[in-house]
Nanobody, 121 residues
Framework: VQLQASGGGLVQPGGSLRVSCAAS????????LAWFRQAPGKEREFVAA???????YYADSIKGRFSISRDNAKKMVFLQMNSLKSEDTAVYYC????????????????WGQGTLVTVSS
């Protein structure tokens, strides 16, 4: 299984950005995915998850601002981030599992390399 995250960059506070993750080597329709992030000097934290049935889960810190979605035909998962704040600055990682979706990082068997999102004026 390979997960390739992309779409990170520099964005101003209040702006929007969409990060993407492409999966290969997996039966995508039965695959659940999540986004985690790790800010400098902090532990990795859960952001959002989407199950193979498209049920979604969000961390309280980003609820109402971020949205996770998936495109099974393209084997991709997206994280739309709106109203970005400086505290959203982090490396964003996509993770996947054939066992379902949770908020626990240890649950996921597969991880991408991460994409850096910087929110700054």
């Amino acid at each position: 299984v390979q997960l390739q995250a992309s779409g990170g960059g520099l964005v101003q506070p209040g702006g929007s950005l969409r990060v993407s993750c492409a999966a290969s080597g997996v039966s995508f329709g039965q695959y659940s995915l999540a986004w985690f992030r790790q800010a400098p000097g902090k532990e990795r934290e859960f952001v959002a998850a989407i199950s193979w049935k498209s049920s979604t889960y969000y961390a309280d810190s980003i609820k109402g601002r971020f949205s996770i979605s998936r495109d099974n035909a393209k084997k991709m998962v997206f994280l739309q981030m709106n109203s970005l704040k400086s505290e959203d600055t982090a490396v964003y990682y996509c993770a996947g599992s054939e066992r379902g979706a949770t908020m626990l990082s240890g649950w996921y068997e597969d991880w991408g390399q991460g994409t850096l999102v910087t929110v700054s004026s």
